[in-house]
């Protein structure tokens, strides 16, 4: 919106040029985020309080965890407000990626919020895995072909693959990247909630992947660093600068009020929403291998449950004590907050490995 009126008045105002820069709206997206997180979330927080007044823990968890009896979920309302008044504000709302972004965002919000809802009016039973998957995949293949069309090399790129670290291939997936783009965001979407189980465990290393994020889509999108770094150009992919920036800001204004012990948690309404525009964002710039990189520890999170899951299955045995991951750590006697700290520290050192990609060609 800023934006566009700059573009209006600037000739009359000539202080409103600064909107015309994406490092300067990324930077106001980050405050606004955190402003719309500080005013509004003490009051959001009351009313879920208010409507989750028996909010129970989930049952396949640490026995610890029945300490947390109480405090409400579904806090991703917080988040996804706090993002989408932050883009709408300072985002250009001519640009079909972020409006494609938007689209994942607030539909696999959509699909965490009415589980959430479902699980606190049945009794911990949320809507079947069967439909969630399904939705989740149907918002992403829709998303994919928005992206597809926006994006002008529609023949070269659109629907190709990057591969890392190889400045010239590119793998022309045809018909199949859709699937392929679809399973990147549902994914991401599901990693993201697998890690969410420790108060602050999931939403540091969201704002830092998408602080990352913000960086791979602003040199995406500027031809003068694509060229000089030897990634692919893709033209207007560098306002999704801005949507990340208000992700970092939203991310950190929850952790405010999500930091041990925490006064609500992000749910799935948070969770699915955030890894699905962390999936969107890598398949725009099409950085969706880095993906696995950046947001490495919610691929280790997502492979425990997958190993756990499989073992148990084939041979009856357990490989960890519980999981996700961090789960493990807690039935091995590890304080929560050391768990999430060390949990930081390894996304930091995934997300530092991830920007090297940038130069490592």
């Not at 890690?195 to 994020?213: H, M």
């Amino acid at each position: 919106m800023l934006h566009y009126l700059s573009t209006l008045l600037a000739d009359q105002i000539g202080p409103l040029n600064l909107f015309r820069y994406i490092t300067f709206r990324s930077g106001g997206a980050v405050v606004t985020a955190l402003i719309v997180s500080f005013v509004c979330g003490p009051g959001i927080i009351r009313w879920l309080r208010s409507r989750q007044p028996n909010a129970t823990v989930r049952e396949d968890t640490p026995e610890t965890h029945l300490a947390k009896k109480g405090t409400p979920t579904m806090g991703g309302v917080l988040i996804l407000l706090a993002v989408a008044v932050s883009t709408l504000l300072w985002a250009d709302l001519r640009n079909g990626y972020v409006w494609a972004v938007l689209l994942v965002t607030c539909g696999f919000g959509l699909i965490g919020f009415y589980d959430d809802y479902q699980k606190l009016t049945r009794r911990g039973r949320g809507i079947s895995a069967r439909s969630k998957f399904g939705l989740q995949i149907l918002l992403g293949i829709s998303a994919a072909i928005w992206i597809v069309w926006v994006m002008p090399e529609r023949d070269a790129l659109s629907t190709s693959l990057a591969v890392p670290f190889l400045k010239t291939v590119l793998l022309d997936l045809g018909l199949f990247f859709y699937i392929f783009a679809a399973f990147v965001m549902v994914g991401a979407s599901n990693a993201v909630n697998l890690t969410d189980g420790l108060d602050g465990l999931a939403i540091v290393p969201v704002a830092i992947a998408a602080a990352c994020f913000a960086i791979f889509a602003y040199v995406v999108g500027n031809v003068v660093f694509s060229n000089y770094l030897l990634v692919h150009y893709v033209p207007g992919s560098g306002e999704l600068a801005v949507l990340c920036a208000a992700i970092v800001g939203a991310a950190l204004g929850f952790l405010w009020f999500n930091a041990p012990p925490a006064m609500v948690f992000m749910g799935d309404t948070g969770s699915l929403s955030m890894g699905g525009a962390l999936g969107a964002i890598a398949v725009v710039t099409k950085h969706e291998i880095v993906l696995a990189i950046v947001g490495g520890l919610f691929v280790v999170e997502t492979v425990s449950v997958i190993v756990q899951v499989a073992s148990f299955k084939l041979t009856g045995r357990r490989v960890f004590r519980m999981a996700p991951l961090h789960h493990h750590f807690e039935k091995k006697g590890w304080k929560e907050p050391t768990i999430v700290i060390r949990f930081w520290i390894i996304a930091i050192i995934l997300a530092l490995a991830g920007l090297s990609t940038l130069k490592l060609r």
